[in-house]
C-alpha cells in the first residue's frame, strides 16, 4: 500500500474486494482483509528464528577494482514518521576521494525491522535532487532485511561538490499497538576511485559526442522545498491537478535531459485494474477505483507537453498479495526506475537567463501520485553563453480505443491507446552547431474481464514505449540513443468454491520488465538488453473465518546482456524456501 494509513485494504486484496452479496455471506471483506490476512502474517512466519532475508533480483554492478572510500550518511529509526519532515544529515564528500578521479559512485541503502507493519514508500534526496525512490519490504515477527546498492554516478557532479548539502529521507510510516515495525535504516555512500590505466589512448573528452554522452555537469532539483512535512515530491491527486516548479538555467548549456521520479499509491496503486466510472460499484468496503485502467505522466515545459511516461507497473512488497514478494520482492520495488526526458531541442526557449517552469500531471489519475525530477545540465565550459532554436515539435492526440461488453458486473473491457511526441531543435556552443531530434512512440493495451458475478477476474496489459535521441554534432560525429521498453503485466483471481463455507483463492501474476538498450557517442558503442520475468501463485485455503492453509510460489527469469557484463539468474521459491537459484555469469548464452 505504501504511502498512507487511510486505505489500508486496498493493497491487499485489491482484487476480491468487489465481491457479490451472494458470495459475502461466504467471503465477507472485512475478515478477509483484517482477520484472514492478520492470521496470514502471524502463521505464515511461525517457524522462522533468524531475520528473512529479502531481495530484488537484479544485475550486479561491476566496480573497479580500487579501494572505495565509504561514508555513512545517515543512520536512523524510523518510527512514527507519518506526516512529519524528512529526516535530514549535512552531507559534505570525502574530499580526500572525491579529488581524485572517480569512476563509481554506489549508494548502499541498508535496513531492518521486525514486528508487523505495512510496505511504506520512501525517497532519499541530496539538495532536493532524489538519489533514490524505494518501497519498504513488510517485516514479520522474527524480523527481516533487505539492501539496495544503486549506482548513482550519475549524480556525480552533485555529490563531489565541495560544500555542504543538505541529505534529506522521508519514509512515512506510522507505529501503533498493532503496527509496531520500525524501520531501522543506514545509508552509506561508496566512492571508488579509477583504476590506473598505465598506456590509456581513450582521452574523449574534448570530443563533442563523449561529452555529450558523458554525465551532466550540473543538477537542478524540480521537487519541493524544504522545509516541509512529507516527502519532497509533488502530490498530484487528480487528472485536473498539475504541479508546477519554476527553476532558471545557466545560459551555457548545450544539452539538458529532465529525470522523472514517481510512484502511485491508495486508489492509483493498483491503477491498471481500475475501471471505467460507469461500472465502479459501491460496497462494503467503499468505490472500487475508477477513471478505467489508462494512466499517463504528462511533462509540461511553460505548458506545452514535451514528452510523457507510460510507467512500469511496480508492484509494491504489499501489493495484491504480500506473500507473493516474500522473500523475492518484485521487479523494481526496492528500486524504482526513473524516466529521462531529453529537454535538449527546447533549450533555445529556456536559455534567456528569466525563470520557466515544468509541470506535471496524470492522464485518469486518481488520488495519489508522487512525482518529481532531476534536471541534468550539461555546460559549456569555453563560453558564457549557447544559443539554441526549436526547429520542430509535434505531440499526437492520445489515440484511445475501447470496447465493453458488460452485463451486470460480468463482461469484458479492452483499451488501446498510442501516442506519439517528437521535437527537434538546434544549439550552437563552443563546440559548434548541434541538432537534436528526440521521439517517443508509446503503444497500450488492456483486456480486463469478470465472470461468476466478479469473483474471477483477469486483466492482461503490455506497455511499448519507445524513446531515441539522434544528435548531428559538427564533423559528422554523432550521438543517438535508443530504447525500446515493453512492460507486460497479468493477474488473474478466482474463488473456488468448496461448499460447507469453504473455499480457495486463487491469485496469479506475470510480471514483466523489457528494455533493450543502445547508445553511440562517438567511437563509443554500448548495447544491452534486459529481460526479466516474474511468475507468481498464491493460493489460500480458508474455512469460515479461518486460513486452513497457504501456499505462495514465485519464479523468476532474469537475462542481462550488455556491453559492460553479462549476467543471467533464474529462481524460484515456494513458501520462504529457494527451490533453486541458477546464476551465470557467460555470456554465451
Ligand atoms: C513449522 O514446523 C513444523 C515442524 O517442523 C511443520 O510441521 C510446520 O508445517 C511448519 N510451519 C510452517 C508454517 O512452515
Ligand atoms: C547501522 O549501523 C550501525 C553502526 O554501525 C549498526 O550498529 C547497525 O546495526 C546498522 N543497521 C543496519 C540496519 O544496518
Ligand atoms: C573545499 O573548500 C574548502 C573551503 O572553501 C577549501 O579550503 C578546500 O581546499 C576545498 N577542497 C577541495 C578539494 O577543493
Ligand atoms: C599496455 O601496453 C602493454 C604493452 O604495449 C600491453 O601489453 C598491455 O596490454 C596494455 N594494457 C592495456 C590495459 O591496454
Ligand atoms: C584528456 O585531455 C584533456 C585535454 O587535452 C586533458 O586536460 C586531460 O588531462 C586528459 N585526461 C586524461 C585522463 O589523460
Ligand atoms: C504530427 O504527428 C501526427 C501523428 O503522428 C502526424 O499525422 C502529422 O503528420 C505530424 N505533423 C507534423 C507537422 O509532423
Ligand atoms: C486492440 O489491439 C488489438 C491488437 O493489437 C486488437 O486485436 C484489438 O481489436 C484492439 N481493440 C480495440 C478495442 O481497438
Ligand atoms: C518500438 O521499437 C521496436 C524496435 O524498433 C519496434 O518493433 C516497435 O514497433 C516500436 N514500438 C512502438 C510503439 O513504436
Ligand atoms: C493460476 O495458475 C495455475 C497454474 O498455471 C492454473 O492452474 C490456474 O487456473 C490459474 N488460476 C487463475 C485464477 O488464473
Ligand atoms: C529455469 O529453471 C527451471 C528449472 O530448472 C526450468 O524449468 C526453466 O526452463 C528455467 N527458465 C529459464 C528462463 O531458463
Same mark, same amino acid.
Given at each position: 500500500?505504501?504511502?498512507?494509513?487511510?486505505?489500508?485494504?486496498?493493497?491487499?486484496?485489491?482484487?476480491?474486494?468487489?465481491?457479490?452479496?451472494?458470495?459475502?455471506?461466504?467471503?465477507?471483506?472485512?475478515?478477509?482483509?483484517?482477520?484472514?490476512?492478520?492470521? $496470514?502474517?502471524?502463521?505464515?512466519?511461525? =517457524?522462522?528464528?533468524?531475520?528473512? #532475508?529479502?531481495?530484488? #533480483?537484479?544485475?550486479?554492478?561491476?566496480?573497479?577494482?580500487?579501494?572505495?572510500?565509504?561514508? $555513512?550518511?545517515?543512520?536512523?529509526?524510523?518510527?512514527?514518521?507519518?506526516?512529519?519532515?524528512?529526516?535530514?544529515? !549535512?552531507?559534505?564528500?570525502?574530499?580526500?576521494?572525491?579529488?581524485?578521479?572517480?569512476?563509481?559512485?554506489?549508494?548502499?541503502?541498508?535496513?531492518?525491522?521486525?514486528?508487523?507493519?505495512?510496505?511504506?514508500?520512501?525517497?532519499?534526496?541530496?539538495?532536493?535532487?532524489?538519489?533514490?525512490?524505494?518501497?519498504?519490504?513488510?517485516?514479520?515477527?522474527?524480523? /527481516?532485511?533487505?539492501?539496495?546498492?544503486?549506482? /548513482?554516478?550519475?549524480?556525480?557532479?552533485?555529490?563531489?561538490?565541495?560544500?555542504?548539502?543538505?541529505?534529506?529521507?522521508?519514509?512515512?510510516?506510522?507505529?501503533?499497538?498493532?503496527?509496531?515495525?520500525?524501520?531501522?535504516?543506514?545509508?552509506?555512500?561508496?566512492?571508488?576511485?579509477?583504476?590506473?590505466?598505465?598506456?590509456?589512448?581513450?582521452?574523449?573528452?574534448?570530443?563533442?559526442?563523449?561529452?555529450?554522452?558523458?554525465?551532466?555537469?550540473?543538477?537542478?532539483?524540480?521537487?519541493?522545498?524544504?522545509?516541509?512535512?512529507?516527502?519532497?515530491?509533488?502530490?498530484?491527486?487528480?487528472?485536473?491537478?498539475?504541479?508546477?516548479?519554476?527553476?532558471?538555467?545557466?545560459?551555457?548549456?548545450?544539452?539538458? #535531459?529532465?529525470?522523472?521520479?514517481?510512484?502511485?499509491?491508495?486508489?492509483?496503486?493498483?491503477?491498471?485494474?481500475?475501471?471505467? =466510472?460507469?461500472?465502479?460499484?459501491?460496497?462494503?468496503?467503499? !468505490?472500487?477505483?475508477?477513471?478505467?485502467?489508462?494512466?499517463? +505522466?504528462?511533462?509540461?515545459?511553460?505548458?506545452?507537453?514535451?514528452?510523457?511516461?507510460?510507467?512500469?507497473? +511496480?508492484?509494491?512488497?504489499?501489493?495484491? !498479495?504480500?506473500?507473493?514478494?516474500?522473500?523475492?520482492?518484485?521487479?523494481?520495488?526496492?528500486?524504482?526506475?526513473?524516466?529521462?526526458?531529453?529537454?535538449?531541442?527546447?533549450?533555445?526557449?529556456?536559455?534567456?537567463?528569466?525563470?520557466?517552469?515544468?509541470?506535471?500531471?496524470?492522464?485518469?489519475?486518481?488520488?495519489?501520485?508522487?512525482?518529481?525530477?532531476?534536471?541534468?545540465?550539461?555546460?559549456?565550459?569555453?563560453?558564457?553563453?549557447?544559443?539554441?532554436?526549436? $526547429?520542430?515539435?509535434?505531440?499526437?492526440?492520445?489515440?484511445?480505443?475501447?470496447?465493453?461488453?458488460?452485463?451486470?458486473?460480468?463482461?469484458?473491457?479492452?483499451? !488501446?491507446?498510442?501516442?506519439?511526441?517528437?521535437?527537434?531543435?538546434?544549439?550552437?556552443?563552443?563546440?559548434?552547431?548541434?541538432?537534436?531530434?528526440?521521439?517517443?512512440?508509446?503503444?497500450?493495451?488492456?483486456?480486463?474481464?469478470?465472470?461468476?458475478?466478479?469473483?474471477?477476474? /483477469?486483466?492482461?496489459?503490455?506497455?511499448?514505449?519507445?524513446?531515441?535521441?539522434?544528435?548531428?554534432?559538427?564533423?559528422?560525429?554523432?550521438?543517438?540513443?535508443?530504447?525500446?521498453?515493453?512492460?507486460?503485466?497479468?493477474?488473474?483471481?478466482?474463488?473456488?468454491?468448496?461448499?460447507?463455507?469453504?473455499?480457495?483463492?486463487?491469485?496469479?501474476?506475470?510480471?514483466?520488465?523489457?528494455?533493450?538498450?543502445?547508445?553511440?557517442?562517438?567511437?563509443?558503442?554500448?548495447?544491452?538488453?534486459?529481460?526479466?520475468?516474474? =511468475?507468481?501463485?498464491?493460493?489460500?485455503?480458508?474455512?469460515?473465518?479461518? #486460513?486452513?492453509?497457504? $501456499?505462495?510460489?514465485?519464479?523468476?527469469?532474469?537475462?542481462?546482456?550488455?556491453?559492460?557484463?553479462?549476467?543471467?539468474?533464474?529462481?524460484?521459491?515456494?513458501?520462504?524456501?529457494?527451490?533453486?537459484?541458477?546464476?551465470?555469469?557467460?555470456?554465451?548464452?
Amino acid at each position: 500500500m505504501a504511502s498512507s494509513q487511510l486505505p489500508l485494504l486496498l493493497s491487499l486484496f485489491l482484487l476480491v474486494f468487489q465481491l457479490q452479496p451472494t458470495k459475502a455471506k461466504l467471503l465477507n471483506s472485512k475478515f478477509l482483509t483484517s482477520t484472514i490476512l492478520s492470521q $496470514l502474517s502471524t502463521t505464515t512466519h511461525l =517457524n522462522d528464528t533468524r531475520p528473512t #532475508v529479502y531481495f530484488e #533480483v537484479t544485475k550486479p554492478i561491476k566496480l573497479p577494482r580500487t579501494k572505495p572510500c565509504s561514508q $555513512l550518511i545517515l543512520s536512523h529509526d524510523f518510527g512514527n514518521t507519518y506526516g512529519k519532515p524528512p529526516v535530514l544529515a !549535512n552531507y559534505t564528500p570525502p574530499s580526500h576521494c572525491t579529488s581524485q578521479k572517480l569512476s563509481k559512485i554506489i549508494l548502499e541503502w541498508k535496513a531492518t525491522c521486525k514486528g508487523r507493519q505495512f510496505d511504506r514508500i520512501f525517497g532519499v534526496w541530496l539538495g532536493g535532487v532524489e538519489l533514490l525512490r524505494g518501497c519498504t519490504a513488510e517485516p514479520t515477527a522474527s524480523g /527481516i532485511v533487505w539492501s539496495v546498492n544503486k549506482d /548513482i554516478t550519475r549524480y556525480q557532479s552533485l555529490l563531489v561538490r565541495n560544500q555542504t548539502q543538505t541529505f534529506a529521507v522521508h519514509l512515512g510510516n506510522v507505529v501503533d499497538n498493532t503496527y509496531t515495525g520500525v524501520y531501522h535504516v543506514n545509508i552509506t555512500i561508496n566512492f571508488y576511485p579509477a583504476e590506473e590505466k598505465l598506456n590509456s589512448t581513450e582521452n574523449n573528452s574534448d570530443n563533442p559526442a563523449s561529452r555529450f554522452g558523458a554525465n551532466a555537469d550540473l543538477i537542478l532539483p524540480i521537487s519541493q522545498n524544504l522545509p516541509l512535512n512529507d516527502g519532497l515530491w509533488f502530490e498530484i491527486k487528480n487528472s485536473m491537478d498539475t504541479q508546477v516548479k519554476e527553476f532558471r538555467i545557466s545560459q551555457n548549456a548545450y544539452r539538458a #535531459v529532465l529525470e522523472v521520479y514517481l510512484s502511485f499509491h491508495q486508489k492509483d496503486e493498483f491503477w491498471y485494474s481500475n475501471l471505467p =466510472n460507469e461500472y465502479v460499484s459501491t460496497n462494503h468496503l467503499g !468505490n472500487t477505483p475508477g477513471n478505467g485502467p489508462f494512466r499517463e +505522466v504528462v511533462v509540461t515545459l511553460d505548458d506545452e507537453i514535451v514528452g510523457t511516461i507510460w510507467p512500469f507497473t +511496480v508492484i509494491y512488497t504489499g501489493g495484491i !498479495n504480500f506473500l507473493f514478494w516474500s522473500p523475492i520482492t518484485g521487479i523494481g520495488s526496492f528500486d524504482l526506475p526513473s524516466y529521462d526526458i531529453e529537454i535538449t531541442p527546447f533549450l533555445g526557449n529556456i536559455l534567456d537567463g528569466k525563470n520557466h517552469k515544468f509541470g506535471f500531471s496524470i492522464t485518469s489519475g486518481m488520488n495519489v501520485w508522487f512525482v518529481d525530477a532531476n534536471l541534468h545540465l550539461w555546460l559549456d565550459s569555453k563560453s558564457r553563453k549557447t544559443q539554441g532554436k526549436l $526547429l520542430k515539435h509535434n505531440v499526437s492526440a492520445l489515440d484511445v480505443h475501447s470496447q465493453s461488453d458488460f452485463t451486470g458486473l460480468d463482461g469484458t473491457l479492452l483499451t !488501446n491507446v498510442s501516442r506519439s511526441i517528437s521535437s527537434t531543435g538546434w544549439v550552437k556552443s563552443s563546440y559548434g552547431e548541434m541538432t537534436t531530434e528526440w521521439i517517443q512512440d508509446f503503444r497500450y493495451s488492456n483486456s480486463m474481464s469478470m465472470s461468476k458475478d466478479s469473483n474471477k477476474q /483477469i486483466i492482461n496489459q503490455m506497455i511499448h514505449f519507445n524513446d531515441s535521441v539522434y544528435t548531428r554534432m559538427p564533423s559528422y560525429s554523432v550521438f543517438s540513443m535508443n530504447s525500446y521498453k515493453r512492460f507486460p503485466l497479468g493477474m488473474s483471481t478466482d474463488v473456488l468454491d468448496k461448499g460447507d463455507e469453504s473455499y480457495s483463492l486463487v491469485t496469479n501474476i506475470t510480471l514483466g520488465f523489457n528494455e533493450e538498450k543502445s547508445k553511440i557517442a562517438g567511437s563509443d558503442f554500448l548495447f544491452n538488453s534486459l529481460k526479466n520475468l516474474q =511468475n507468481g501463485h498464491v493460493i489460500i485455503d480458508i474455512e469460515g473465518n479461518y #486460513v486452513l492453509d497457504a $501456499l505462495w510460489n514465485t519464479e523468476q527469469a532474469y537475462e542481462y546482456r550488455g556491453s559492460d557484463l553479462c549476467y543471467f539468474r533464474n529462481i524460484s521459491s515456494l513458501k520462504d524456501n529457494i527451490l533453486y537459484d541458477i546464476v551465470s555469469n557467460t555470456c554465451m548464452q
